[in-house]
């Protein structure tokens, strides 16, 4: 391994630590603004299906919820099985997870704010997209919590 392909402690850099130019991210644009549309269409930003999910009047959303942790799992247990890599030829390595009771206070609060805002941190930006500029609030809210959990982080119980 080169000089070049090695951080500041001299480990080996993977492809999510090298940097790349402007041009060379427009694929996330692209794959971001086609998950977008995917939302809209399957109407997973509707704040009226996301209601609909939170006063159980409908299965839509827990079934989109539903297949999504399916794929997941299977993903994994592929990923672990045939030793797949990144197209940059690394290996992937899921790094084991410890439970804590600091998961269940924040999941709560994720999911109040959820029910409250009819908006989760992964549609934000397609409900602005769409016309629903109110959502910018719950945006700023959004990065504001993420901001003063930085601050006190250490305080917390993990």
């Not at 130019?21 to 694929?27: E, F, Q, S, T």
Request: proline share 3%.
């Amino acid at each position: 391994m080169s000089l070049e392909n090695k951080n500041i402690d001299g480990e080996g850099i993977n492809a999510s630590q090298k940097k790349e130019n402007g041009l060379a991210n427009i694929k996330y644009l692209i794959v971001g603004i086609f998950f977008g549309i995917v939302f809209v269409k399957a109407e997973i930003i509707s704040w009226f299906r996301i209601q609909e999910m939170f006063n159980l009047e409908s299965f839509h959303m827990y079934g989109v919820i539903g297949c999504a942790v399916a794929v997941g799992l299977v993903s994994v247990q592929l990923i672990k099985k045939f030793n797949i890599k990144t197209l940059d030829d690394e290996k992937i390595e899921i790094q084991p997870k410890t439970f804590s009771k600091g998961q269940i206070y924040g999941g709560l609060l994720f999911g109040f704010g959820w029910a409250i805002t009819g908006a989760c941190p992964g549609p934000l930006f397609a409900q602005i997209g769409t016309g629903a500029t109110v959502i910018v609030v719950t945006l700023v809210s959004a990065i504001a919590g993420t901001w003063v959990y930085g601050l006190i982080k250490d305080k917390l119980p993990h």
